[in-house]
């Protein structure tokens, strides 16, 4: 089955500590995205990327990176300088040929104690 | 900045109406949208998109209108079943270049039976 594949589901993080958040598809999309969704808001992007090795900043990209080495896969980054981290993460890929709707993973949700 | 508090606007809808979601897109550039619904702890899945050179379109149940010239977007959905309810979302993007797409706030729907 063709799909994205988000791991892990559920996260816990003390404060201070980077988290890296999985993203992985079969899909052979080149586009993928990450977006943040926070209680009762909608999703804001984080980072996209078009092709390997190549990414650009979302609306809000403080605190957070990312690193396209494969085509499959997209790794996120929440790091200690992300002021607030708890949220719902999304990744999404989408083909590059054109327009068309993004393909959304199950999300990771992280939690910082 | 974020906005603290903002709470999802929310249609209550009786099971067999219809349903109508509407949205407010911000870029006069964009010329696809797209509608997504998710459903609680799951990514967004996508419904139906339309392109800027169309005024309608229509899925199985659903039809999308857009309005360029006051920059709206809305989305019908008929005989509203109980399995509709979710929060929808619609997107926008800029055809060619790099492929961001940009979410609204969202809407939850909940349907009465």
């Known amino acids: 089955d063709g799909g994205i594949t988000q791991s892990p589901k559920y996260l816990f993080r003390k404060e201070g500590q980077n988290v890296t958040l999985s993203c992985e598809q079969n899909l052979n999309h080149d586009a993928m995205y990450w977006y943040r969704q926070d209680p009762g808001q909608g999703l804001r992007l984080i980072y996209y990327?078009?092709?390997?090795?190549?990414?650009q900043k979302g609306d809000i990209a403080e605190g957070y990176s990312v690193s396209r080495e494969k085509k499959e896969s997209f790794p996120l980054t929440v790091t200690s300088a992300q002021k607030n981290p708890t949220a719902f993460y999304l990744c999404a890929s989408k083909n590059g040929a054109g327009t068309g709707e993004l393909f959304f993973g199950e999300g990771s949700r992280l939690t910082v104690l | 900045g974020e906005s603290v508090g903002l709470h999802l606007p929310t249609l209550s809808v009786q099971e067999g109406d219809n349903s109508i979601i509407n949205c407010a897109y911000s870029n006069s550039a964009s010329d696809y949208f797209i509608w997504y619904k998710q459903e609680s702890g799951k990514g967004p899945q996508f419904i139906i998109d339309i392109r800027s050179n169309m005024d309608k379109r229509q899925g199985q149940r659903v039809t999308v209108l857009l309005n360029k010239t006051v920059k709206h977007l809305s989305l019908q959905i008929a005989a509203t079943q109980p399995g509709d309810s979710a929060v929808y979302f619609c997107?926008?993007?800029?055809?060619?270049?790099?492929?961001?797409?940009?979410f609204g706030t969202g809407t939850k729907l909940q349907v009465i039976p």
């Open positions: 997107a926008e993007a800029v055809s060619g270049g790099y492929q961001k797409v940009t």
């Open positions: 990327s078009q092709i390997v090795n190549d990414f």
